[in-house]
């Protein structure tokens, strides 16, 4: 710290690559795809125009399910589905779950193309755990004085039902 006082977890931003795809999936879930549903997971797919996803090893799988898609992290299943659903549910839903940095409405976002930080993916990830409240992550709960009595305490303020406990569920249901 008297070097560097940059803290990697709370003020790096990485990519979080595949890991993202579970806004994705919670996303799609919210807006009443089935975790049955069968999708494209051929490589590449033309997603748009201007994007071709493909898979690790550009391998092609024919059409799978998103359960199987989702066990698979296969990128072209996923691409089709964020374009399919809408960039900006993939963002909001991220937002809803804990992420705070600015994200771009990109299909693409489904690819943990954007930067993020280890401890938003935490929070974020803490929002499914709670089947669906989001709690802000804090380090410090509470400030005793000498005599152990307590001088502050950090009073929770968790967004109850953030995501709803049924897609909070299913999701985790699905990436178990």
Known sequence: HSTDQFNLATQARRQPGSSF??????AAINAGVSPDTTLNANSPVQVTPNWAPKNFGNVSYGNVSLKEATWNSYNTAYGLLAHEIGAQSIVDMAHTMGIKSELAPYDSITLGVSGVSPLEMASAYGTL???????DPVIITQILDKDG????????????????????????QVLQ
């Open 21 to 26: 795809k579970t806004f994705t999936l919670a």
């Open 149 to 172: 009595d307590v001088i502050w305490a950090h009073e929770d303020a968790p967004t109850v039902d953030a995501v709803d406990p049924s897609v909070a569920y299913a999701t985790t």
């Open 129 to 135: 755990a709670t089947t669906g409240t989001q709690r």
